[in-house]
């Protein structure tokens, strides 16, 4: 079976041919986990997973929702296999296993290492699939072992994508384009007056920083999703992950209106959100003289079941493209720019890690990652991380940055880069939650577009007295999207 793989694998990543189809399916999930002393967390999944064959690999994030443990979140990436029950049942049939990190809300996640084996059936209806699964959801170096029902509702989709080294051949089949913007976004959360934290004090104004990707639906209307982490104020931890529907309204040459309405979960920092469901509502004036677009607007973020209410403040900058997306109406693919990309996941290791009640100790971040590569060895980079082993379960991060990479000598590369961003939670002294990280390393190119590297730098919490020096080991792979 491990042969089949790597020879589908293998096959897809082939350098030289024309633009091919990769198959992506985003599925939502919903379960209820038993914990010690028979309480009940309901837990949201979002997975977005590519389909090689009958495997299928991708990042996976979860959320609590219902419960007391709002801001309990992990991510990681969610492999399996999977296909159909039978020729003459409307069933497919799939069989995974996620391996991640997180934790949070005070959960007895121990370490944060969490493994969910699954296996479950679906069937379409429409272009949706319903499907239920049995999930086993477990921290080994926790108390949280649970096994139950999962619920799940997917979407497929297609992509057009090709090798590193291929390029500028035609694609056989007609296709539509789709408008697509990422941004990066800073807002201001400033609670009422009754929003009181989970330990009873009012709860203080913080600071957001968010990355948020968008996708235009029919006419004006489009799709969002953005994850977000407080990086100022009193409540280092507190993440937010939301999706949701908005509306844009042209007013005059470049400028425009911006609606949006969002749903998630988020919470941690002290702050209280309840089980950690979310709702969100956002008003902006937005200027778009070309790609580049800059928004600015009020909005208002609520926890339903618990006191958390406040106002919002956020300024956008965002970057919009086009994509093509395979369709047998549409127009031929003949003119398309090719955005190289690296994506990857790594084990970091942070060597002197402080805690809170001033002990201190090693801990590893599992990260995932992905690099924009640009001219003249610039590039790039995303990435998020949580910790999995070191009695930090529940510390996260969210980091963006720039790297510059030197040009290949026997298939070897040197980089520096740096990065900031967000990241609290775990007991850790973190401060605001402002993060700040340098590293410097060594790329190793292997056969089929994949690669290895190794890094050391160092991270550090300005505002805090997390001060660490890292060690870092990953595999990726390279490969070019299309895009106009």
Not at 22 to 30: E, K, N, V
Not at 172 to 182: F, I, M, N, P, Y
Not at 251 to 265: D, S
């Amino acid at each position: 079976m491990k042969g089949a793989f790597l020879a589908t694998v293998s096959s897809l990543l082939l350098a030289g041919g024309p633009p091919e189809e990769l198959r992506l399916r985003t599925t939502l999930s919903a379960e209820t986990l038993r914990l010690p002393q028979r309480e009940a967390l309901g837990l949201l999944g979002i997975a977005t997973t590519a389909e090689f064959g009958p495997w299928y690999l991708g990042p996976s994030l979860y959320g609590a929702a219902r419960g007391e443990r709002g801001g309990f979140f992990t991510f990681g990436l969610e492999g399996g296999l999977g296909g159909k029950l039978s020729p003459a049942l409307p069933l497919a049939w799939r069989a995974g296993l996620f391996v991640g990190g997180g934790g949070g809300a005070s959960a007895p996640q121990g370490g944060g290492l969490m493994l969910r084996p699954h296996l479950g059936v679906s069937t379409s209806i429409g272009a949706l699939s319903l499907g239920a699964e049995v999930s086993h959801l477990r921290f080994p170096n926790g108390g949280i072992d649970s096994t139950q029902v999962a619920l799940t509702l997917a979407l497929p989709t297609r992509e057009l994508w090709v090798t590193e080294n291929a390029g500028g051949l035609p694609f056989a089949s007609g296709v539509s384009w789709e408008g697509r913007e990422l941004g990066l976004a800073w807002s201001r959360v400033d609670p009422s007056a009754t929003a009181r934290t989970r330990s009873g004090g009012a709860q203080l104004p913080l600071d957001l920083a968010t990355v948020a990707l968008a996708s235009d639906l029919a006419g004006p209307t489009f799709r969002f999703f953005e994850v977000s982490g407080a990086f100022a104020g009193s409540s280092s931890g507190y993440a937010q992950a939301l999706g949701g529907l908005g509306l844009r309204l042209p007013l005059a040459g470049a400028l425009g209106l911006e609606a949006r309405l969002g749903a998630g979960v988020g919470g941690g920092g002290d702050i209280d959100t309840g089980g950690g469901f979310l709702l969100s509502g956002e008003g902006l004036v937005t200027f778009r003289p070309g790609a580049w677009g800059l928004s600015a607007g009020l909005g208002i973020l609520r926890a339903p079941a618990a006191s958390f209410r406040s106002r919002t403040l956020t300024v956008r900058l965002s970057r919009r493209f086009e994509v093509p997306l395979p369709s047998q109406d549409g127009e031929p693919l003949v003119a398309f720019d090719l955005s190289r990309w690296r994506m990857g996941s790594s084990l970091l290791t942070y060597r002197r890690a402080i805690r809170q009640n001033g002990t201190e100790g090693a801990i590893q971040v599992l990260n995932l990652r992905a690099d924009r590569l640009q001219a003249n060895g610039f590039y790039l980079s995303a990435e998020a991380g949580s910790a999995i082993v070191g009695g930090a379960g529940g510390y996260s991060t969210g980091l963006a940055g720039l790297g510059w990479e030197t040009p290949r000598w026997a298939r070897q590369q040197l980089f520096a880069e740096g990065a900031i961003g967000a990241g609290g939670g775990g007991g850790l002294r973190s401060g605001g939650g402002l993060l700040a990280s340098l590293r410097a390393g060594w790329r190793l190119d292997l056969p089929q577009g994949l690669g290895l590297e190794a890094s050391a730098g160092k991270v550090r919490a300005p505002r805090g007295d997390l001060a660490s020096t890292t060690l870092g080991l990953g595999l990726h792979f390279h490969f070019q999207g299309l895009e106009r």
